[in-house]
């Protein structure tokens, strides 16, 4: 069974706009703190976003504040990733996760989704 699944990767143009979606197959797969990574091709496993639940609280990677902003729709089961004014460095997999604490390190999240290809051309 399936937990987490991310939709809305594509390719764009650079300097354009994507939404990314991360859908629970059940409410209980969201939650307290919902993040975003990203990986490249014989890269590391970066951190992009997260959210909190208890006050949606978010906290963002360098490289991506400023363009992306994350959300979450409890009511939806679903977590979401706005991503504008993209760069071709933006280019990877990207994953949505499921965790308790509020961390930037993929190894604090609990459950994780297929993922979603993203590519910027320049």
């Known amino acids: 069974q399936v937990q987490l699944t991310e939709s809305g990767g594509g390719l764009v143009q650079a300097g354009g706009s994507l939404r990314l979606s991360c859908a629970a197959s059940r409410r209980t797969f969201i939650t307290r703190t919902m993040g975003w990574f990203r990986q490249a091709p014989g890269k590391e496993r970066d951190f992009v976003a997260h959210?909190?639940?208890?006050?949606?609280?978010?906290y963002y990677a360098d490289s991506v504040k400023g363009r992306f902003t994350i959300s979450r729709d409890n009511a939806k089961n679903t977590v979401y990733l706005q991503m504008n004014s993209l760069k071709p460095e933006d280019t990877a997999v990207y994953y949505c996760?499921?965790?308790?604490?509020?961390?930037?390190?993929?190894?604090?999240?609990?459950?994780w989704g297929q993922g979603t290809q993203v590519t910027v051309s320049s």
């Open positions: 959210t909190t639940w208890d006050d949606g609280s978010t």
């Open positions: 996760a499921s965790g308790g604490r509020a961390s930037s390190y993929y190894g604090d999240y609990n459950y």
